[in-house]
């Protein structure tokens, strides 16, 4: 069993910058793609980022390409999000989801282990 644990989340203003992230306990994240996904009042769950298994290639989502970077540590068992020059509308719960995945890294459908998320709000 995989249990996954966010956190880093927190109130900040615009133009600052926070850094997620995602233990994994039962195993490690070697060989697991990883997800960032994130959910905003209202709206529907969406892709922030996403990395392959080998680490080798990564996927985000247009509105925080250059901003947010996405990284995965297997020594130390982490997955991180680094998100830069934060704006309101990043305002959400961020979630992360880990599998091995081989279809779309960036399809929340192909993820069977999610965290239980961790809130990020930017004040303007």
């Known amino acids: 069993q995989v249990r996954l644990v966010e956190s880093g989340g927190g109130l900040v203003q615009a133009g600052a910058s926070l850094r997620l992230s995602c233990a994994a306990y039962?195993?490690?994240?070697?060989?697991?793609?990883g997800g960032w996904f994130r959910q905003a009042p209202g709206k529907e769950r969406e892709f922030v980022a996403g990395?392959?298994?080998?680490?080798?290639?990564?996927y985000y989502a247009d509105s925080v390409k250059g901003r947010f970077t996405i990284s995965k540590d297997n020594a130390e068992n982490t997955m991180t999000l680094q998100m830069n020059s934060l704006k309101p509308e990043d305002t959400a719960v961020y979630y992360c989801g880990a599998d091995i995945v081989a279809g779309s890294i960036t399809s929340g459908y192909e993820y069977g282990y999610w965290g239980q998320g961790t809130q990020v709000t930017v004040s303007s």
């Open positions: 990395i392959s298994g080998s680490g080798i290639s990564r």
């Open positions: 039962g195993r490690t994240w070697s060989g697991y793609a």
